[in-house]
């Protein structure tokens, strides 16, 4: 059987950010299917390695490439179409539907002078019922819940519909429910031939949800490789600077810090 | 009565996007083609809307047809445009700022206007020199805003707003102490050029041209727009040219605030509320929201400035205290009813 080509592919990628090197030179291939998860202490760079990879800045070293091409190679705003992003906070300045609000997910698939049609109000309503949130359609966004309003910007990613999905902590302001449904629902939009990157805190949903891990250790160290490789107790215990201790119950293996 | 309207307003909502703005448009394009017809008849010389076609046409009365065509006509033109231009101008900064309080004059341009049409009046400049000084001080004020607020490449719009702010109040103590400095017989034309006043517009066709021309440059990036007003970094990933979107909206938004500073002077309030009145009653649609808000501080002014100067008549009053004096009860009669 054929390997599917990569949806993204970082080439000896290092980021630097104020003249300090945040992570060392690493390579990763991520294709169809796959779930990666970034972890690393605070301010280690997940975000800024987030945003390298979504192409909105450049790189400090090395070369990113989404659908086997650089981001200079896709004529503009058209990689919006095949890679997505959900920002870390949803900065509301002005009071808005939750269907408008999700309807921007549409706007890289719309012409200059194109409105939504009906069948772009289908995918957000069908992005909405995806995240619970059906019934919400007429809500002021500046009235939900953070936990609302962040499934509200993962509707809108949805209704985007990339190949790639480029997660910043996913689970921000979610309740425990919700946070697994997301997780899987972020796995099946992966098994549908999608792949996608997500900043994570929680070691243990990252050993439950994701295939590769790529461990910041804040001092420029980088270690990448598949979750089983790197989720090892004291390569964690030297990234986060604290000690953690693995325990097995006989199906999974779980991370309590000491 | 208010129960159609509520049931016609419900039925507009409920439309697909583009034919509730067609809906929407059409009524306010109605609304400043009354303000307009009603500024052309209304005065101490009653003119019936009969006269005001017939004048219009190049027909009848010949002193109803000269009222009517060389003094009224200029002014309710110039009135129409400047309040379009204000409120387009206003809708514009509102979203490269992200900031609900912004308007068209919150980066300084009208202090600069300000600051050019008060010196050439202490010089005793005519008329159409004071507006070329306007003029000049608003680019001034502009170059020297963009300028200062671009370090090392990027500018945040904090940065933005906080020059526009300071460059503002320092054209302001300026203004203060050329009004304390100039003779009597010039004070009064000094305040009502800073109150905002109508009445010396001559030339007003190529304000209105260029209030045609700022939407027609503006509408293709409307929907880029509505994804600015989200936040930037969301806007990036969806592929807006965030830097070059902001450059564009602010050098159309500053031009568009000079050329109605250079017209009318400092006519407060219309580019503040019109954007917002529009924004609770529509919605923030930019598609929607710079032709609405452009028809409607079109129609708001041309109403303000007839009400100016037929209210006390023969005395007029400048036609700034009447926009803020009409917009202040109807934005907070809007904003009590909109409860979050």
Redesign the interface.
Known sequence: MAVAPPLLEAEDLAIRIGGRWLCCEFSLTLRPGECLALLGPNGAGKTTLLHTL?G?RPPGAGEVRVGGKPYAAWP??????FR??L?QQ????????VL??VL??R??H?G??D??S?EDLRIARAALAAVGLDGFEAR?V??LSGGERQRVAIAALLA?QPQLLLLDEPLNHLDLHYQVAVLELFRREAASGRAVVMVMHDINLAARYADHVILLDGKGGVEAGSAAQILQAPRLSHAFGHPLRAVADGVRTFFIPD | MASTITAAGRAAMSLPGSRRAMFALAGLALTGLLCLLWALAAGEIAVPLVGVLDALSGHGDDMQAAIVRELRLPRAVAAFACGGLLALAGALMQVLLRNPLADPYVLGISGGAAVGALAAMTFGLVSWMVDGAAFAGALAAMALVFGLSRGEGAWTQTRLLLTGVIVAAGCGAVVSMMLALAPDTRVQSMLFWLMGDASGAARPWPALALLALGLLVAMPFSRDLNVLARGELGARALGVPVERLRLLVYVLASLLTAVSVTQVGSVGFVGLVVPHLIRLALGNDQRLLLPAATLAGGALLTAADTAARTMIAPMQLPVGVLTALIGVPVFLFLLVRHPR
């Open positions: 979504a909105l503009g705003g058209t990689v919006a179409c997505g992003l920002a949803q900065p509301d300045h002005f009071a808005a539907s408008d609000t921007v997910g706007h890289p719309l200059r002078w409105w939504e009906a002021d500046l009235t985007q």
